[in-house]
């Protein structure tokens, strides 16, 4: 049986499957080209070589789930709050890239399944956290910590359903004795833990550069707070 993981191998998939979601990678980097464009300064360029470098060592370590299956930390949600959802999508997809092209890592008709479960789905699910939770914890180091914790275990859990998805539209390789349903428990359940972990070491990474260097951490410059109405502002 061939390796099936949140970096699904080759043949995992079927073709039409794979290449309907590398078509749905290639058009949604298009657009986080486009809009990271727009966020890229002086300290967001470097600040995205140190997040991809640090999600290419972690993404090392692995985790069995089912007989050929494995699981692992994504980092998406580290480098949502660090450099943003468009450049930090970007910073995961060249990791999943050189992965795949260089170490193996991931099958190459599966490219585009692998970036859209954790370098989109898991950085959209992420940042939609990121925005709600800054919008009602104070913006201080526990509560940064506290969103980097709670947004990594539900990117984590989000990627693993996204895998999911994707085997029940056209998975190929065969797990006996188990179900869909099964299936998906067990993905749950399994990154459910590696998403505790990695919420952990978000938690602390960001939390450090946060009292080190605010103005590194994109979240806390690019997501502005809502100002309560003013009673001039009523009044016109």
Not at 36 to 58: C, E, H, S, T, Y
Request: with cysteine.
């Amino acid at each position: 049986m061939e390796a099936v993981a949140l970096h699904i191998s080759n043949g995992v998939l079927n073709g039409p499957v794979s290449a309907i979601y590398g078509v749905i990678a290639l058009v949604a980097l298009a657009y986080c080209v486009s809009r990271g464009r727009r966020d890229l300064d002086d300290r967001l360029a470097p600040m995205a070589g140190l997040v991809a470098a640090f999600i290419f060592a972690v993404q090392m370590l692995n985790f069995p789930v089912l007989p050929g299956v494995s699981g692992h930390l994504l980092g998406g949600a580290m480098a949502a709050l660090l450099v943003g959802p468009w450049v930090g999508a970007l910073c995961v997809s060249v990791v999943l890239i050189v992965q795949a092209l260089v170490f193996a890592d991931g099958g190459v008709t599966a490219l585009g399944a692998n970036v859209a479960n954790m370098a989109l789905l898991g950085t959209a699910v992420a940042y939609l956290l990121i925005a709600l939770l800054l919008r009602v914890l104070p913006r201080t180091p526990t509560g940064l910590g506290i969103t980097a914790f709670v947004s990594s275990v539900f990117a984590v859990l989000a990627a693993s359903q996204g895998f999911v998805l994707q085997y029940a539209l056209g998975g190929t390789t065969d797990l006996e004795h188990y179900s869909l349903g099964a299936i998906a428990g067990l993905m749950a359940g399994t990154h459910l833990l590696i998403g505790i972990g990695e919420g952990l070491i978000a938690a602390v990474t960001v939390v450090t550069v946060a009292r080190t260097r605010p103005d590194l951490v994109y979240a806390l410059r690019g997501l502005k707070r809502p100002q309560p109405a003013t009673a001039q502002g009523v009044a016109a």
